[in-house]
């Protein structure tokens, strides 16, 4: 069993950056892969980034590459993603999920939001124009 809890949130302007963190509470940290989603009023949840439980390999939404940063800290059970130049279309609730690393081993399983298995609660982002 894992817990995960977001912060870092807020109300921003364009081209802003903003920090969110994910703290874990539970099962071994370490054991697990880590990504953060996202989901706009009105449209479905989808993939921003994950980063291998490790934090050796990354994985980017083409709509953040170059702006986002997923990074981790394994002796402080927490992930982080750095945002960057952030735009209003980036304003959304943002979430954190875990899952083992065999369930979502490869490059398409790690973005597919049903095989992550526990969720945070969710931070609202939102990017004033």
Avoid at 44 to 57: D, L, P, Q, Y
Wanted: charged residues 15%; contains cysteine; proline residues 2%.
């Amino acid at each position: 069993q894992v817990q995960l809890v977001e912060s870092g949130g807020g109300l921003v302007q364009a081209g802003a950056s903003l920090r969110l963190s994910c703290a874990a509470y539970g099962d071994t940290f370490s054991s697990y892969v880590m990504a953060w989603f996202r989901q706009a009023p009105g449209k479905e949840r989808e993939f921003v980034a994950a980063i291998s439980w490790s934090g050796a390999t990354t994985y980017y939404t083409d709509s953040v590459k170059g702006r986002f940063t997923i990074s981790r800290d394994n002796a402080k059970n927490t992930v982080y993603l750095q945002m960057s130049s952030l735009k209003p279309e980036d304003t959304a609730v943002y979430y954190c999920a875990a899952a083992l690393a065999w369930e979502v081993a490869g490059d398409q399983a790690v973005r597919e939001r049903l095989l992550y298995t526990y969720w945070g609660q969710g931070t609202q982002v939102t990017v004033s124009s």
